[in-house]
């Protein structure tokens, strides 16, 4: 089960990042097309309500082209590094001994990445509550939850493997 988990996470970490790889430079294509007139031909830029869309043709990617698309690069850019973090995380338990120092400091990255989405959705949920005075639960606050309770879950296992760790050192210090 170990190794499907690792195995997943691999094929996760490499599908996100190829994914990436082709989305943001077709937005940034689609965003120069639309700001310069240029023209490529998988971009097509659509007018819907008064707004402009960029939809990348065959991709199946379609955003608002404002601020968007700087959130959109950003938020490929973390998941990529997020789910090389995971690959690493589930890389630990494949390995011969959990409780060592590197295993300590992956799954604290891990743990700490967790927080990223958390602080950026708290700080969108002010400026939402501030703007609008009202507050909706959105898709990305599913997400902002979703880590909120995947760290919540990692800050136990952290403090099994810091006790496990110490009690492995004391056991090596011993023999």
Not at 30 to 53: G, H, M, Q, T
Not at 77 to 84: R, V
Not at 86 to 98: D, E, P, S, Y
Request: no cysteine; hydrophobic share 55%.
């Amino acid at each position: 089960m170990k190794k499907i988990a690792l195995l997943l996470s691999k094929y996760t970490f490499w599908g996100f990042t190829i994914f990436s790889i082709i989305a943001i430079p077709l937005s940034l294509l689609a965003f120069l097309e639309y700001y310069f007139n240029w023209d490529f031909p998988f971009i097509e830029i659509v007018k819907r309500d008064s707004l402009d869309f960029a939809k990348i043709k065959n991709i199946g990617i379609e955003f608002w082209l404002k601020y968007t698309v700087v959130s959109m690069w950003a938020t490929l850019i973390f998941y990529s590094i997020y789910f090389y973090t995971l690959k690493n995380f589930f890389g630990v338990f494949i390995t011969a001994r959990t409780f060592e120092e590197e295993s300590l400091k992956q799954f604290i990255k891990f743990y700490k990445l967790n927080f990223v989405p958390v602080f950026i959705g708290f700080i969108g949920i002010i400026i939402q509550f501030a703007s609008l005075n009202k507050f909706e639960f959105d898709e990305p606050h599913f997400f902002v939850i979703l880590h909120l309770i995947i760290a919540f879950f990692l800050y136990f296992y952290l403090d099994l493997i810091r006790k496990g760790n110490n009690i492995q050192l004391e056991n090596d210090l011993t023999i």
